[in-house]
């Protein structure tokens, strides 16, 4: 069924829209990551254009991270406290990044910086990522069969982050530390969301597993907790300044994605957080291979077309 | 002076004719024509939609000697673009050269009684800009780029690919030197505005009659409402599609919990 969208202005068909929304809601619910970083490229890819693509990806975001904190919430694996701190530093860092966004587009070649932000932080994180869940089956399979008592899964050392000041009790996560490294997190994951237009899970949940060491069932409900209100706000920016959130398209991606998150929130609780980290990381990494490879290929159409002083 | 004096006036006489005259006095043929829909609304699950331009060559004479053809063109909205262009710098494809295209419709289509080179001259297709090369206007490139055509020629290329530009040749059929038939198929991507029809008669690739008219194409309904709502009420828009948002996330948190209570 096709169905024309008012803002887009491209005729799409419905059950396509829906689908997409489903895939990526299912992976929010999983891994708490918005999914912008899969929705914004997939939407680009079916012929939304780019502007209407970023700006209608985050009411999606929206809703299935509405949904999916819902989920969390009566499971209680939400730290409130954590989180406040973190949408903190988002809020700040949000402004920040609009500002270098607006200094980089006055420069030219924004989406280059974009895709190359998107390599980067990508593979990075899921190479880190991918590296450490394989250690830690490695390492629960040989405390198997060796017979011996599994090997304490916390992976709290003391570093750097103990010692600042400023020192607040997380009871949720079981942490007493200092504010100071979940605000300067919140700061970065802001600047992120303004620049790359996603939520920032993909990069604060591995944040707050290994540089805070929050317990990997709680780091997901908190992360969708900031991401909701991060999102919202720039959901609204764009719908004022640019006029580029369409209904159409957002209801039917939402329809898909609240549907899917329920279902990736209830898969999620049976996973294993190593068997979690290690799909996460291949799903980050595959992302990142793919704008790679965009980037390194010879383009099979050398020309694209923009609109007056855009690029497209 | 008085010759540029005689050419002026026989300039603003033909101006003030033009709008009156359909026909050219030398040729006593006229286009009478028709069309299966003057508007196009677009609703939501508007698929694109068919045109049928039809008509008949009015004469006051005889036949005259020698073939008729018939092309008839549909132009949407001119916009201006920027096509870009990549190449490898330090190992990565990026935009690096970019012309400005003045202007160029949103969608055309040129539909002949024949292969086009063969029914236009191309005198006539200068004056009257028919085939789709001429329908685009790109004024000036930056000096650094030589090649500025091929820009054009990449628009012209990825717009034919997407159905938005296209050349339908032997697509008029012409009956008994006097009625005449065609059928464009406008896509479902389209862009709102007039979208000007033109119907050119010729004989031997010379235009010996012509006229004018245009399509409506408009947002009707829900579409309609939802786009002048974005344009006109933002902050309202705004806050419906995040009311939206959260409702849908907490509808389908409590509808999943219900059921999951009850099953």
Redesign the interface.
């Known amino acids: 069924m096709q169905i024309y969208l008012p803002i887009a202005e491209v005729s799409i068909n419905a059950y396509l829209l829906l689908g997409l929304g489903g895939i990526v809601g299912l992976l929010s619910g999983m891994f708490g990551v918005g999914g912008g970083f899969l929705m914004t490229p997939l939407l680009f890819f079916i012929g939304i254009p780019p502007a209407v693509a970023v700006a209608t990806g985050t009411t999606q975001i929206v809703a299935s991270s509405v949904s999916a904190f819902l989920a969390h919430l009566r499971r209680k694996t939400v730290d409130m406290r954590m989180g406040t701190v973190l949408l903190a530093g988002g809020m700040v860092g949000a402004g920040l990044g609009v500002l270098v966004f607006n200094i980089l587009k006055a420069l030219g070649q924004v989406d280059l910086l974009v895709t190359l932000f998107y390599v980067f932080f990508l593979g990075t994180i899921g190479t880190l990522m991918f590296i450490e869940s394989l250690r830690a089956i490695q390492r629960a399979r040989k405390a198997r069969k060796s017979g011996g008592p599994m090997p304490a899964t916390k992976r709290r050392h003391r570093n750097w982050v103990h010692v600042l000041p400023f020192k607040m009790r997380f009871r949720t996560s079981g942490l007493y530390i200092s504010v100071i490294p979940p605000l300067i997190i919140g700061v970065g994951v802001g600047i992120l969301t303004a620049i790359m237009g996603v939520g920032g899970g993909f990069i604060m949940v591995p944040a707050m597993i290994y540089l805070l060491g929050m317990p990997t069932k709680v780091v997901i409900g908190t992360s969708l907790f900031q991401i909701i209100y991060v999102t919202a706000f720039t959901m609204m920016l764009h719908a004022v300044t640019n006029q580029t959130v369409d209904v159409v398209l957002g209801v039917l991606l939402l329809l898909g994605g609240v549907i899917g998150a329920q279902f990736g929130a209830r898969i999620g609780v049976k996973l294993k957080a190593e068997q979690l980290r290690i799909l996460l990381a291949i799903l980050v990494l595959a992302v990142a291979g793919k704008l790679a490879l965009d980037l390194l290929l010879v383009p099979s159409e050398l020309y694209s077309i923009g609109e007056r002083g855009g690029q497209g | 002076m008085s010759r540029l004096r005689s050419i002026t006036a026989a300039c603003l006489t033909l101006l003030v004719a033009l709008p009156l005259l359909v026909l050219r006095p030398a040729t006593a043929e006229q286009v009478v024509m028709g069309l299966s829909q003057s508007s196009i609304s677009?609703?939501?699950?508007?698929?694109?939609s068919d045109i049928l331009i039809f008509g008949a060559i009015k004469r006051e004479t005889l036949i005259p000697d020698g073939e008729i053809d018939v092309i008839v063109t549909i132009a949407g909205p001119s916009?201006?673009?920027?096509?870009?262009?990549?190449?490898?710098r330090m190992?990565?494809?990026?935009?690096t050269e970019?012309v400005?295209i003045d202007a160029a419709p949103s969608f055309y289509a040129v539909a002949a009684s024949g292969p086009l080179e063969s029914v236009l001259s191309q005198t006539e297709d200068l004056r009257h800009r028919i085939s789709i090369p001429l329908a685009i206007r790109s004024v000036g490139a930056p000096e650094t780029i030589g090649d500025a055509q091929s820009?054009t020629d990449?628009?012209i290329?990825?717009?034919m690919k997407n159905g938005l530009y296209s050349l339908l040749e032997n697509a008029v059929e012409v009956q008994e030197q006097t009625l005449f038939r065609s059928s464009i198929r406008l896509p479902?991507?389209?862009?709102?505005g007039a979208y000007r029809t033109r119907i050119y008669l010729l004989r031997g690739g010379d235009v010996v009659a012509n006229y004018e008219t245009s399509i409506d194409v408009q947002?009707v309904g829900?579409?309609?409402y939802?786009?002048s709502l974005?344009?006109e009420q933002?902050?309202i828009?705004?806050?419906?599609?995040?009311a939206?948002?959260?409702l849908?996330?907490?509808?389908?948190?409590?509808f999943?919990?219900l059921v999951l209570r009850q099953g």
Do not use: D
């Open positions: 677009i609703t939501t699950n508007f698929e694109g916009e201006t673009y920027t096509v870009w262009r990549k190449a490898k190992g990565i494809w990026l935009n970019a400005e820009f990449a628009l290329r990825i717009r479902a991507n389209l862009t709102e947002k829900l579409e309609r939802l786009y974005a344009h933002p902050l828009y705004a806050l419906m599609a995040l939206l948002a959260v849908a996330g907490w509808g389908a948190s409590a999943f919990r």
